[in-house]
């Protein structure tokens, strides 16, 4: 099997359950920003060990599911399977436990953050600051219909970064802190 198809040569992409879009239509555009966020948040996982690498890693598993979801016009939707390829309230409920976590065990700034104090908490910045193109990106393919979840699932991902981050400066330690 090889690994290209000669099918995008045209300047066009497959979606899932069929169709073809132009590679610079809205839904390539936003699961590519996704795909970006993956690649990003891999970068911090190998900066990470414990809780942090495993939360991170689920993170990026989440988004798999988002971007399969975004990768599936509209009319095919309801084809999709929550948690496999279609995001979830759950999904959503779990980073808000996380934030929750973070924000009770670490506290928050008081001011303005100026990333880069350690690799990781600067990497998982970056990280953050793609999720957030990746939801600008939702918001405008949202307009075509559907995709709440995903916005929602997105707003708080780059919420949880942004403790994370904070709370990995401020040396949150994972494994005493429990799961």
């Known amino acids: 099997m090889k690994i290209y198809t000669k099918k995008g040569d045209a300047g066009t992409t497959g979606l899932f359950y069929g169709g073809r879009v132009p590679k610079d239509h ?10 970006e966020a993956v ?5 911090a996982r190998t900066h990470a060990e414990g809780t942090v690498a495993e939360r991170i890693l689920a993170v990026q598993r989440d988004l798999f599911v988002v971007a399969a979801e975004l990768a599936t016009a509209p009319e095919n939707r309801e084809k999709l399977e929550p948690g496999v390829s279609a995001t979830t309230p759950e999904m959503t409920e ?3 436990r996380w934030i929750d976590e973070l924000v009770e065990t670490s506290g928050l700034p008081s001011g303005f953050v ?3 104090q350690a690799s990781l908490p600067a990497s998982i910045d970056v990280a953050r600051t793609v999720v957030r193109r990746a939801e600008r990106r939702c918001v405008t393919y949202s307009r075509e219909g559907g995709l709440a979840e995903v916005l929602r699932y997105l707003n708080r991902l780059a919420d949880f970064l942004y403790v994370l981050a904070r709370a990995t400066e401020s040396g949150w330690e994972p494994s005493k802190q429990g799961a």
């Open 39 to 43: 690649s990003a948040l891999g970068v």
């Open 114 to 116: 100026v990333p880069g």
């Open 26 to 35: 809205l839904a390539p555009e936003a699961y590519g920003a996704v795909d």
């Open 94 to 96: 779990r980073l808000e």
